[in-house]
């Protein structure tokens, strides 16, 4: 099918998946308008689209989006939504049936998102399939059972949420009994044996077509991330692990799950680094950019899933070495590291490599994002402590 006209209303403006999203969809021929939360965003600075909406509230109000969306997807100027993250995701899903009527929305299969939505579904899933991933305690486990099989540290986190965002590390009882006397409630979280953070975790992106046939995946290994103790990726690049991606796709044909998947590995120290599952992300991920680095056209392979068409196989070897910089939050990464002047490959070269953002073809969204995130990184970070 010939995507050139066909009318996308883009969501979530402020995301950093947005200016390469953007690109694809441009060198696709389509007409997309963006919901921008502020004039700042990048779907908002970015020269690709045709229209911008601006809902100010969007960010962190659903109710504020959800009406833009009851009157925007039935005014007929849309052929397809799509949503980049987790919560407006959750939103047209939850919608499908009114949305649907009038637009195609560009995502999983609502069972699917659900189960990788809720990190304990998510856990669950991989131990009854027999998928490597942390120790979780179970729902209705009695919380000193479940130590007496994993001892602390224990990893904390809510079940839905985005990045590191509420992650607590538990080194003992006293600690425990501290985090219960703030009103945390256990049952909203998870709870799993804590896997020491060293310098080996993965991502993967993934491509199901409508009947479950895994047709693109690229793997990353995360060589730097910030907050150094845990947080978002500043540098990936790619590696060729086929275990990961037959763990990852064994996965999501357990839970149902049908086009393109973000997926979280990390290597366990402790086991000789086997990597164990993490998370399925349901949202479109910031290191999306590496697919088409690499010779994946996702964004058409996401098109292709949505309309129904056969999706393009891209299974081939993809280019192996090729990296993606963060390049905001890896210039943290070098002043606060100890390790700046040591690792592989080196912070200092860029070849071979690109940014998250920048593209010399449309350079204002960089600007505008750094500008936006210098103004509130203080608080990003407070959000992010442990």
Not at 150 to 160: C, E, H, I, N, Q
Not at 370 to 385: G, T, W
Request: glycine residues 6%; positive net charge; charged residues 25%.
């Amino acid at each position: 099918m010939n995507f050139r006209g066909v009318r996308i209303l883009l969501l979530d403006g402020y995301g950093r998946q947005i200016p390469s999203v953007l690109r694809q969809l441009h060198d696709l021929g389509c007409v997309v308008t963006t919901v921008n939360s502020s004039r700042l965003d990048v779907g908002y600075t970015s020269r690709y689209p045709s229209r911008r909406l601006l809902c100010k509230d969007s960010k962190n109000n659903l109710e504020a989006l959800k009406r833009l969306l009851d009157e925007e997807i039935p005014s007929g100027r849309y052929d397809a939504v799509f949503p980049m993250l987790e919560p407006s995701t959750e939103l047209c899903l939850q919608y499908e049936e009114v949305y649907g009527k009038h637009v195609r929305i560009i995502a999983a299969p609502r069972e699917a998102f659900e189960i990788a939505y809720d990190k304990q579904k998510t856990m669950m899933a991989c131990m009854n399939n027999g998928i490597q991933c942390p120790r979780t305690k179970a729902d209705g486990e009695a919380f000193d059972d479940f130590l007496s099989k994993v001892g602390f540290p224990l990893a904390v986190k809510p079940r839905k949420g985005t990045g590191s965002i509420g992650f607590h590390r538990i080194n003992n009882m006293h600690e425990w009994k501290a985090l219960l006397g703030t009103g945390f409630q256990p049952e909203e979280n998870v709870i799993q044996e804590y896997i020491p953070q060293t310098d080996t975790q993965y991502i993967g992106i993934f491509m199901l077509d409508q009947n479950q046939e895994l047709k693109s995946a690229v793997i990353c290994d995360k060589h730097r991330w910030y907050p150094i103790d845990g947080g978002a990726a500043s540098y990936v690049q790619t590696v060729d692990k086929p275990e990961l991606i037959e763990s990852g796709y064994r996965l999501l044909k357990a839970i149902g799950w049908k086009g393109e998947a973000h997926l979280d590995f990390i290597g366990d120290p402790r086991e000789n680094g086997r990597a164990k599952l993490m998370e399925i992300n349901g949202r479109i991920p910031a290191s999306i950019k590496i697919c088409w680095c690499v010779g994946i056209p996702i964004i058409q392979q996401d098109l292709q899933y949505a309309f129904d068409q056969p999706v393009e196989n891209h299974l081939k070897s993809t280019k192996k070495g090729y990296g993606l910089r963060y390049l905001q939050t890896d210039f943290l990464w070098l002043l606060k590291s100890p390790n700046r002047f040591h690792t592989s490959p080196s912070w200092f070269d860029f070849r071979n490599s690109q940014d998250f953002i920048w593209s010399w073809q449309d350079p204002v969204p960089f600007l505008s994002y750094s500008v936006s995130h210098l103004l509130s990184f203080r608080r990003d970070m407070k959000k992010r402590k442990r």
